[in-house]
């Protein structure tokens, strides 16, 4: 049966879109977001075991061509599954001892998560902005999770109406390029013939859609109020699911539709890597507060992997999906920690200076939030390294040198910002006599998982280089 | 022996894990020394085994599967004659380390060890590493280590010093990592069938030949990296901060070893890898040698703090180890390689001792010193011992590393003027001048402060870690052919080596393609005079025979020159 094989290649969008509706109504006849909680683990671990056995599967297209599957958009998911899991275990303790434990957020992030899945697997700019869309609303209504706050509800007001601002100019992008080429799918916007005015304003409008969800300089501005303002665990969400599942689409988008192109939004793209590398480095040095921080720096790893988008190579592709892979697992553990240390003393405790002489209150979490950072900063073993080496060999091997050199100079300022944590974090005395007290086990597991994951793909990227480089090898 | 070599370099790590599980204090102090002393023991059959005659190779090496996916990069680790003494060194020093920091450190006792083993593996690893990509990582994984242990148990200033030191370093790596990429690719297409390759084997190939326009840019990447590490004047300002604020053992540990990396880089990849620019800048970077000599014991000379004497003398003495590798020639490149080794016995003993003080009397400071000779006439004896051989007094260590450099860069072909041993000369008069001023201030004397008469003299385990490095000092001073020995036969086949590439370069390369600063930098006219030749004047060979007194190594070099 045609059809059913067809569903097969969305299981995971079905297993999270099911899931989503199934939480919402036991929120909705139980109230107990304990169910919720366990409900929303069961059925993303289920969604991420599809993601990963889709990975060795086939590509292909399904849905008229609606729907891309396999390689790219199966890695993708990946990625968005283990970003929506991992959130999810570390969102149970924070927000109970918060008192901001509910299970609507629990559907939300499940929403929010099938239309990253539905992004990542888009062939069609139809399918791509109901996408966004999905995720993004979802996420605007998680931003503001901390009703009784002002910085939440300022920043799910500022990411609602920048974010909406930046859909219009995605979707006015999608009707010019349906104008110029009379038609939606990637594959035929490639095979545009008249590249006009209309062509043109249509990719540009198109691409600062993209620069938005991916906050790359200056359509940045969003990012540190709703990082700093939402609730920790749902930052680590979006600091890494949401972009993870942007990045691939932009991928999709670039390599699909405009490969021909590629000489033309190749510049355009160095110059917005470099600016977003530059400023999201420069401004991420002077702040005091660790989430704003690590929004900055999370608007300087775009920038790096946007070195790998201006290449614009096989190699560069698959060097970001690696990468995407390496932040994705520093980023959530590091907002895990972030989270730990805020629950002691409730919502905000997230200035640098109140982490004095945490780390060797429990080592354990001390020793872990290094891993992270100095993945971050990208020195090895660690994942992050493999990454940055990566993106930058294949712009490298582009030409794209001078890029690569402002590149890591920008990551060299960059590890002033994140030892800074570090040596808050070991090397000064508490000063506010906080007793920190055991994570739960699930809680501690996890981020253990990521470290462990951290160190692995720092010592043996070989595993997934291969695999992701064979993405590319094969034509669909 | 391959796999003993990779349990060397990896047992400190293991038990920097081991000691994640250990309670009690001191069984962290009796593990991480048990430990450390296993890893030289282990670490002596490697050194009796090794064949010096062998060149143009590495022994005991361990080549892995490429791990980074469709790139020829590799796990590769293996001795040869540039490497055997620093790793020997590293592997000696480490039990010391261990011993001088038994009482000091009081806080966080498990952390300090198991930073030291996680440093130590770094460390091992980046003398045993032949792929430049794992040379990276092992550098990498020792700033790690390095940056917790002077911020987390260091002096008052340790935060700024330790930031200071990490982000400089790191600044010139990550512009190296670039230089390293392009390399990669480069000796890829040239060498390697397209595929991206950081094997040492292939990059240091005959058929590896980079354009000189590439080679001065690269070259210029690689060497400031170098240059922060070693560091070289005017690089070094991250050094005295870090030598004073780090604890004992970090101070021994980043004179002794770390510093090496940097000079051992510049003789191990620098100069093969970019022959023609290495010989066309070689008069800059003596140049620079020179003057870390004279400003690192000028600015010595003034220093109240004993701690940072020390620090400003190691700049000074390291101006000599790259003084030494830039003359290009066999005497100047093996007095460098003994002056490293001296350089990490010497001062690392001068550290340990300027911590035992410290201990004592909680200061640096010369003036709450004088008299303390009557106190404690067995540390006076050891740190007489430590402190002449950095001066580099005839019969001791020092002596046999700055005579041979001094030698090299009088004569060398590529330097072309004496001027350089000349001026260098003036700073071992100088380091007479600081280090005999600072000790009569310190030791003799009336007794000023009522604090010093109650000072006790070091005790059976300080006596216990100081005398082997002791032995070591005068051994070298004595028989210094026991040691060059093993560096002698592979440093003169890779010079050898770097100047018959240089000059294959230059001769395949068209003055008509060169831009007009390159062909002011390199002779693009086909070189036949060769700086072997200036090791057979009559004056450098009467050295090199007493300093090494190698003959067979020599004569057989006559022979292949026709002599």
Known sequence: MESANELLTILPLIIIGAAGLFVMMLDAFTGSARLAYLATILFSAAALAVAVSDLFGPMGESFHGLITYGGTSSFGMVLVMTGTLFSVILSRDYLEKTGMHIAEVYSMILFAAFGMLLLVSSNNLVTLFLGIETMSISLYVLAGLVKNHKKSVEAALKYFLLGAFATGFLLYGIALLYGASGSTFLVDIAATEDKGMIYWAGVGLLLVGFFFKISAVPFHMWTPDVYQGAPTTITAFMATASKAAAFVAFILVLSRALPDARADWSDVIWLFALLTMVVGNILALVQDNVKRMLAYSSIAHAGYIMIGLAAGTDAAYSAVLFYLFAYTLMNIGAFGIVAYYEWHKGYDFTEVSNYSGLGFKQPIMGVLMSVFLFSMVGIPPFAGFIGKYRVFAAAVDEGLISLVIVGVLASAASVYYYLRVLVHLFMKESENGIVLSRPGTLYTASLLILAALTIFFGINPGVLTDLLGSFWTVQY | ?563
Request: hydrophobic share 55%; proline share 4%.
């Open chain 2, 1 to 563: 022996m391959e796999l003993l070599l990779n349990i060397v370099i990896y047992l400190p790590l293991f038990g920097a894990l081991l000691l994640l599980i250990i309670r009690q204090d001191d069984w962290v102090r009796w593990t991480s020394l048990l430990i450390t002393m296993a890893t030289f023991v282990l670490s002596l059959p490697l050194l009796l085994q090794f064949d010096i005659s062998l060149t143009g190779t590495a022994q005991y090496m361990t080549v892995g599967e490429p791990f980074l996916g469709d790139w020829d990069v590799k796990y590769m680790v293996g001795l040869d004659g540039l490497s055997m003494l620093l790793f020997m060194l590293t592997t000696f020093m480490a039990p010391i380390v261990v011993l001088s920091s038994w009482s000091s450190i009081k806080k966080h006792v498990a952390g300090f060890f198991s930073m030291l083993l996680i440093l130590q593996t770094g460390s091992l690893g980046v003398f045993a590493a032949l792929d430049l990509f794992m040379f990276y990582i092992f550098f990498e994984l020792t700033q790690i280590p390095m940056f917790f242990l002077i911020g987390i148990w260091g002096g008052t200033d340790r935060i700024y010093a330790t930031v200071k030191f990490f982000i400089y370093t790191l600044v010139g790596w990550l512009l190296m990592l670039v230089a390293l990429i392009y390399v990669g690719f480069a000796a890829g297409n040239m060498v390697n069938d397209g595929v991206f390759t950081t094997d040492w084997r292939l990059l240091t190939s005959p058929e590896f030949q980079l354009g000189l326009v590439e080679q001065t840019w690269l070259f210029l990447a690689f060497g400031f990296a170098f240059c922060i590490k070693v560091p070289i004047f005017p690089f070094h300002s991250w050094l005295p901060l870090a030598h004073t604020e780090a604890p004992t053992a970090g101070s021994v540990v980043l004179a002794a070893i770390a510093l090496k990396m940097g000079t051992y880089a510049i003789l191990r990849y620098l100069i093969p890898l970019f022959p023609n620019a290495a010989i066309a800048f070689a008069p800059m970077f003596a140049v620079l040698g020179v003057i870390g000599i004279i400003y690192g014991a000028l600015v010595a000379m003034v220093q109240k703090d004993v701690k940072k004497l020390v620090a400003y003398s190691s700049i000074s003495h390291l101006g000599f180890v790259v003084l030494g590798m830039f003359a290009f020639n066999t005497i100047g490149a093996q007095g460098a390689i003994i002056q490293m080794v001296n350089h990490g016995l010497s001062t690392g003993a001068l550290f340990i001792i300027v911590g035992m003080l410290y201990e004592r009397r909680h200061s640096r400071m010369i003036a709450d010193f004088g008299g303390i000779a009557k106190m404690m006439p067995v540390l006076t004896v050891m740190f007489m011992i430590a402190m002449l051989a950095s001066i580099g007094l005839p019969g001791l260590n020092g002596f046999v590393g700055e005579f041979l450099i001094l030698v090299g860069s009088f004569n060398s072909v590529v330097l072309g003027s004496y001027w350089y041993a000349v001026f260098a000369a003036v700073g071992v008069i100088l380091a007479a001048g600081y280090m005999l001023w600072m000790f009569q201030r310190v030791m003799f004397g009336p007794i000023t402060h009522e604090e010093n008469k109650k000072l006790t003299d070091i005790n059976a385990r300080e006596i216990g870690l100081l005398v082997p490095i002791m032995i070591f000092i005068v051994w070298i001073g004595i028989r210094p052919t026991d040691f060059t020995r093993y560096s002698e036969a592979q440093v003169t086949w890779m010079l050898e080596d770097t100047q018959t590439r240089a000059d294959a370069i230059a001769h395949n390369a068209h003055s008509t393609e060169l831009p007009a600063w390159a062909l002011k930098l390199y002779d693009v006219t086909p070189q036949v005079a060769s700086y072997m030749e200036s090791d057979h004047e009559e004056g450098a060979t009467t050295a090199i025979t007493a300093a090494s007194g190698n003959s067979e190594v020599n004569r057989r070099e006559n022979e292949e020159n026709g002599l």
